[in-house]
């Protein structure tokens, strides 16, 4: 895997679209979105591809293949990108195997139109694992039809990449951006997705001339990094883990104060133990922050006309028992998140319905779905706020994390979850 030699302190002030010219490869800042493509006919192709919009001019842009899916990531303290590398030769056995896979796939019309619905990681269903074989690593459904199985998208655009090998069905890929929100775990997600299907990983640093042009102390904070003008075509969202730790330190802080003023230590740790059950104030701030960021989000790109991207929270998966990221909490996040998903998504429903309906969902929401009034969030929202958002149609949950419960002790440490199988299984449900 190739990574920038730039080791400086990084940021994620920043998104940047990845312009695939000629070789070598060449980043340019995302001033430019490229146009929708062509012959968006796979009915398998995801969900999120129906939601595209591109708006700009590429005549002056050589036409980017349907393998150049890319993949930015705004994670922690840098961006992380992924961008197409091409190479030659693969395995005339792993082409084959993708192929039989794919002619298992064919299906007639009314099967096209029952799969405008299908995500097979939603069924319920077993991960079949392989610790050496990437492709090996895949969500087994428990009952669902042949035309409703996953598919192997990272070893199909690997194969892609490497020889040029043209796939139908990875036609809508074509001029495709993915921005994923998140933590450590996502930077992983971004680096092992793209050396499973053979791009090349940049680190947008500081002090790289694609890095925007801000003083040093003055880049953006998290909050307005969101505020890129990139519009890309998936947003994954995950939050959690980082307000778990600040809490859990807080926590801490709090019972060695109560122990040196005097009280049972004992009395004192049960009092401030990570793994009590949270309390309700903290409850009701995680749903506050978590609103505003999806609000935030919505806002910064619109479900109007003209962008129409997905939006999909990474529900946590579940770390190793540990005293600063507890298992209990992780659960109450978990819970919480859902909540919020569906608080927005049934808003953004009534609203489609029309004014009517949306105000009376309005005022039944406020009694039932908030563990305590949202101050200032809502207020001023008007239907048609709610209507441009569209979040009744794009918004929605990967249940990534609830996928890969189990397999806790394949991790590299108490937190992240290894290549194999979890992040593999990642990458073919972040395409789907």
């Not at 409703?148 to 990272?154: A, K, S, V």
Request: some cysteine; hydrophobic content about 35%; overall charge negative.
């Amino acid at each position: 895997m190739h990574r920038s030699a730039d080791s400086r302190r990084y940021r994620n002030s920043e998104m940047f679209e990845v312009i695939h010219e000629c070789e070598p490869l060449t980043l340019r800042p995302a001033t430019y979105v490229p146009d929708s493509s062509p012959g968006d006919t796979n009915p398998r192709g995801p969900r999120w591809k129906e939601n595209l919009s591109r708006t700009g001019n590429s005549t002056s842009r050589r036409r980017v293949t349907a393998r150049n899916v890319i993949l930015v990531g705004l994670v922690g303290a840098f961006t992380l990108a992924c961008l197409p590398r091409h190479q030659q030769g693969i395995a005339g056995e792993e082409v084959s195997s993708l192929e039989s896979m794919l002619v298992q796939r064919d299906m007639d019309a009314q099967e096209q139109e029952d799969l405008s619905s299908c995500n097979p990681y939603d069924l319920p269903g077993v991960l079949i694992t392989n610790w050496t074989e990437p492709s090996e690593n895949k969500w087994s459904p428990i009952a669902a039809p042949a035309s409703c199985q996953p598919i192997d998208w990272l070893a199909m655009l690997r194969i892609s990449e490497k020889d040029g090998t043209h796939y139908p069905q990875l036609d809508w890929a074509s001029n495709r951006t993915v921005a994923i929100f998140g933590d450590s775990v996502d930077r992983d997600h971004v680096e092992h997705t793209c050396d499973f299907i053979g791009g090349t990983l940049e680190r947008i640093g500081e002090q790289s001339p694609f890095s925007p042009d801000y003083p040093p102390g003055q880049e953006l904070p998290p909050e307005d990094s969101y505020d890129a003008p990139v519009v890309p075509d998936l947003i994954s969202v995950s939050v959690g883990f980082w307000d778990l730790l600040k809490h859990s330190i807080f926590d801490d802080a709090e019972r060695d104060e109560e122990v040196q003023a005097g009280r049972n230590p004992h009395e004192a740790t049960l009092a401030f133990d990570t793994y009590r059950s949270m309390p309700v104030e903290r409850r009701a701030w995680f749903e506050r922050r978590i609103k505003e960021l999806f609000l935030h989000i919505a806002e910064t790109w619109p479900g109007g006309k003209g962008s129409k991207p997905k939006i999909m929270l990474r529900a946590l998966h579940h770390p190793q028992a540990n005293h600063l990221v507890p298992v209990t909490g992780v659960q109450v996040i978990d819970q919480i998140s859902r909540s919020v998903v569906a608080q927005l998504v049934a808003e953004g429903q009534a609203a489609e319905v029309g004014e009517e309906a949306w105000k009376r969902w309005s005022k039944r929401a406020q009694s039932l779905l908030s563990l305590e009034p949202v101050d200032g969030l809502d207020e001023g929202r008007t239907y048609e706020d709610v209507l441009k958002l569209g979040l009744g149609s794009r918004l929605g949950i990967d249940e990534w994390g609830r996928n890969i419960l189990g397999q806790e002790l394949r991790q590299r440490d108490a937190l992240h979850p290894l290549p194999l199988p979890s992040n593999y299984l990642y990458g073919n449900m972040l395409f789907e």
